[in-house]
Every structure is written in C-alpha cells, then in structure tokens.
C-alpha cells in the first residue's frame, strides 16, 4: 500500500518586525509652544537693534517709524565732528595690543601650568579663580597710583596694561586647559629627533592650539573694545579716548542726541560682529576644549 505523502509547504519568509520607536517628549509638544517662545525671544533681541538703526538713518526730527529717507547726516557728524575717526583708531590699537599681550603671557603662563608640577600649583589655580570675583573698580585706585608714580596716567599704554592684567587669569586658566588636551607624548617624540623644549612646543604643540589662542584672543580684545572704566579714569586727553568714552561724550545733563549716538553704537558694534562673525567656529571649539578640566 502506497501512501501519499503530503507535500511539505514552502518556507514563509516574513521580515522582521520593526521595534517601535519610542516616542520622545518633544513629539508629544505642539509646534506653537516652540515658535511661539522663540518668536519672542527674536522680537525682544532684535526690536532694540532696529530701533537704533531707525534713530541712526532717520533724519533729525523725524518721527517716522521706517527710515525712509535714509540719511547718513548722523554718522558724519560723530566720525568728522565729534571725533570718532581718532576714538576708533584709539580703541583699535587698545585692543590689538591687548590682544597680543594677552595671548603670549597667558601661552607662557598656560604652558607652566599644564607641563610643570610645582608645590604651590594648586593655591596659584585657587589664586587665579578667586581674582575672577574681584570687580574692576576696586582695583582702579591701586592701579591708579602705580601708573601715576610711573608717569603713565594720560597715555594709552596705562590702558593696554591694565586691560592685560584684568584679562590674565582668565585666559591662562583657558589655555592651561586646553594645553592639557594635547598629549605630552607628542612633544617627548620631537625631543627624541633632537629638538629642545621651545622648538618642540613652536612645531608640535602651537599649531593645535589654534582655536583656543583665537578664543583668548578674541576675548580679550572684546573686552578691551568696550571697556569704559579704566579708559575714563586713565585718559584726560580727547585725543587719547576710546570709543566707549566717545559714546559717553555724547550724553550731556540738559539733552541726548539719539542719532548721534545711535550712529556712534552701530559704529562701535560693527568691528565686534565682523570679529564674531569669522571666529564663531574657533571661538566655541576654544572655549569648550579649554574648559575641560585636566
């Protein structure tokens, strides 16, 4: 007796299933409590500025709320008139040589912290941090009778000086940081082809820091752009003054000439947005590595 045997049916092939995906908290908030915050945020950021420029090209007088005609009246009176040609040039070369002071001392000082262990290291850090909580007006009066009795007060050098120190320690708790970033083993390789410490450091260790000498850079030369104090007390002479002493000019007890000083911000602000806007990349990539502690 010959039994059939029932074919065996083919293998059913089924994909997988797919995990589910979890849902996230923010798929479950609806579009309007994001856009409607941030759309605040932006009016609020960006209606002050607007509101400059409108004083700044609005003709004196005018009540307008667009500016239209424009006019450049008020920039030429502040740049020829009121000397913001000569404040500029000031706070550019405040700032540069700020700049420049800054990032070497805080590189050599950064190097000495991040290559050498020394006995009072860790009370030198604690040192540093703790001048961060010192306001700048309580050192105007020591600083003030150093630059007197070195003949200083009334020149721009007592400025650049005291900008650098307000700067320092900030700046090589930075870079300190982000020297530690670089491996040691890199510097102790070119010190086996024969190069000495200052040579390894120049070829191997400069050019990787890059961004954090940007960031330091960048930052010190903001702060002394628009620093007030020290350029007030300091400098007597209008020739000498900087540009937020400037702006200060522009303010009197009886009137305010708001497109005057309207025109003097945005000039002030112009060089400080070019800087940030071809340095933002360096500045972030600087700022978070030299913040990581070693």
Not at 140 to 158: C, D, H, R, T, Y
Not at 264 to 292: E, H, N
Request: aromatic share 12%.
């Amino acid at each position: 007796m010959i039994t059939e045997i029932a074919p065996v049916p083919d293998r059913v092939t089924s994909e997988p299933a797919r995990p589910r995906r979890k849902r996230r908290a923010w798929d479950e908030v609806p579009r309007w409590h994001i856009y409607v915050p941030l759309t605040l945020y932006l009016l609020f950021t960006l209606v002050p500025f607007y509101w400059i420029l409108l004083f700044a090209l609005r003709p004196a007088g005018s009540t307008s709320l667009v500016p239209w005609p424009m006019t450049l009246d008020h920039f030429d009176k502040v740049w020829n008139d009121r000397a913001f040609a000569t404040f500029f040039q000031n706070s550019v070369l405040v700032g540069i040589a700020t700049l420049v002071m800054t990032t070497l001392v805080a590189l050599a000082g950064g190097y000495a912290l991040a290559r050498f262990d020394f006995r009072v290291k860790k009370a030198f850090m604690l040192a540093l941090l703790c001048t961060q909580f010192v306001p700048g007006a309580l050192l105007l009066v020591p600083l003030f009778e150093i630059f007197a009795k070195l003949q200083m007060i009334n020149s721009l050098g007592s400025v650049i000086i005291a900008e650098t120190v307000f700067q320092l320690p900030l700046s090589m708790i930075l870079i300190s940081g982000f020297i530690r970033n670089v491996p040691a083993s890199l510097e102790e390789a070119a010190w086996v082809d024969g190069c000495n410490r200052f040579t390894a450091f120049r070829i191997v260790v400069l050019p990787l820091l890059r961004p954090g000498l940007i960031a330091v850079g960048s930052f010190a030369f903001v702060h002394a752009w628009n620093h007030f104090l020290f350029a007030l007390m300091f400098l007597s002479d209008q020739g000498k003054q900087t540009i937020p002493v400037g702006l200060n000019t522009l303010m009197s007890a009886d009137s305010v000439d708001l497109g005057a000083l309207a025109a003097g911000g945005i000039i002030a602000a112009v060089p400080v947005v070019i800087v940030f806007a071809f340095i933002q990349k360096w500045l972030i990539t600087g700022f978070s590595a030299g913040a990581v502690k070693g």
